[in-house]
């Protein structure tokens, strides 16, 4: 199993730290695939959906959470710093214009859900 896929499973199952452990590797150039250049700007934009996720699972989990709202805005942070670095890894792949275009609907989503928050 690849580190996308292993790692989205993990994110599926809840085991947020196994996953992002796995794309972080992935991020950073350590991971095993030796699919090219596509595999690092994925592994951000699949951290930064990662970010999103875990905020939306404490947010089910709790009904009264009040650091909700900094939670949301650490996430956001994090994810678009993680956008950031997909965006600016792409260069000419394969998949560049598929992810350009998945990175500019989660800025879309990061915006809307910022302003939600006030």
């Given at each position: 199993?690849?580190?996308?896929?292993?790692?989205?499973?993990?994110?599926?199952?809840?085991?947020?730290?196994?996953?992002?452990?796995?794309?972080?590797?992935?991020?950073?150039?350590?991971?095993?695939?030796?699919?090219?250049?596509?595999?690092?700007?994925?592994?951000?934009?699949?951290?930064?959906?990662?970010?999103?996720?875990?905020?939306?699972?404490?947010?089910?989990?709790?009904?009264?959470?009040?650091?909700?709202?900094?939670?949301?805005?650490?996430?956001?942070?994090?994810?678009?710093?993680?956008?950031?670095?997909?965006?600016?890894?792409l260069g000419d792949t394969d998949l560049s214009s598929r992810l350009e275009s998945r990175?500019a609907m989660l800025r879309d989503e990061l915006h809307s859900k910022k302003a939600t928050?006030?």
């Amino acid at each position: 199993m690849s580190f996308n896929s292993e790692s989205i499973v993990n994110r599926g199952l809840g085991e947020f730290d196994s996953a992002r452990r796995l794309l972080l590797s992935a991020a950073s150039g350590k991971g095993t695939d030796s699919a090219g250049t596509w595999m690092a700007p994925m592994a951000h934009f699949e951290a930064a959906v990662l970010a999103m996720v875990e905020v939306q699972a404490v947010e089910r989990s709790s009904s009264s959470d009040a650091s909700l709202n900094a939670k949301w805005e650490a996430a956001i942070d994090d994810a678009s710093k993680h956008l950031d670095e997909a965006a600016s890894g792409l260069g000419d792949t394969d998949l560049s214009s598929r992810l350009e275009s998945r990175i500019a609907m989660l800025r879309d989503e990061l915006h809307s859900k910022k302003a939600t928050l006030g």
